[in-house]
């Protein structure tokens, strides 16, 4: 079945520092999605990606769609104390089921 | 709107027993997902179901669990009888028909199985 595998699992980033996530899948996804949790939350859905080569910004945060729709990653910028918490990237092959990476937890020193 | 609704948000009980999570959708939303989230498992699709018809099961653990909707504003997931790797928080989420696939989550039920 379709995997998608999340790299690193961990990032400890000092505040104000810059950082990228990285998302793979094993077969082309129809689209990806990426979701933050915070400790003792519930995923929070934070953007979608369905184009080859898309990118979109959410202020300090900006992500890519790879060409062959089968790779993503999340860059932020200027690390804020905000930005704790895990980051999942999900994988649709068919627009409903998703598959989610394992996630990166970040943590932030001030 | 309220948000999806999950109840109870903290489960405790005792091997062999019968646990039963309930979840309230989005109003509107047409589909309908159960997931598992363990540290060892990470986040798992367990069922989901569009139009209250359960679409894709394969994601369910064994026989013991078992998932309905009755309606298109109510949904259960049971597990009996239940065991202690069991244990895990329980998120159901809701998404629309149309528009982007985003996925809301409920709050979660975390599930102790002692």
């Known amino acids: 079945g379709q995997q998608v595998m999340q790299i690193p699992q961990y990032q400890h980033v000092q505040e104000g520092e810059d950082f990228t996530t990285y998302c793979n899948s094993s077969?082309?996804?129809?689209?990806i999605q990426w979701y933050k949790q915070r400790p003792g939350g519930h995923p929070v859905f934070l953007i979608q990606?369905?184009?080859?080569?898309e990118v979109k910004k959410q202020k300090r945060l900006t992500f890519q769609f790879g060409e062959a729709k089968k790779n993503s990653s999340l860059h932020i910028t200027a690390t804020q104390t905000t930005d704790v918490g895990t980051y999942f990237c999900?994988?649709?092959?068919?627009?409903?089921?998703?598959?989610f990476g394992a996630g990166t937890t970040v943590t932030v020193r001030a | 709107d309220a948000g999806v609704i999950q109840s109870p948000r903290h489960e405790v009980t005792e091997m062999g027993q019968e646990v039963t999570l309930r979840c309230k959708p989005i109003?509107?939303?047409?589909?309908l997902f159960w997931y598992r989230q363990t540290m060892m498992r990470g986040l798992e699709l367990l069922i989901y179901?569009?139009?209250?018809?359960?679409?894709?099961d394969s994601g369910m653990p064994e026989d013991r669990f078992s998932a309905k909707m009755p309606n298109a504003s109510f949904s259960t997931l049971k597990i009996q009888p239940s065991e202690p790797r069991d244990s895990a928080v329980y998120f159901c989420?809701?998404?629309?028909?149309?528009?982007?696939?985003?996925?809301?989550f409920g709050p979660g039920t975390r599930l102790t199985v002692t």
């Open positions: 990606l369905v184009k080859s080569g």
């Open positions: 077969t082309t996804l129809s689209n």
């Open positions: 999900a994988g649709s092959p068919n627009d409903y089921k998703l598959s």
């Open positions: 179901f569009n139009n209250n018809v359960p679409i894709d």
């Open positions: 109003s509107g939303h047409d589909y």
């Open positions: 989420a809701s998404r629309p028909a149309g528009g982007t696939y985003e996925q809301y």
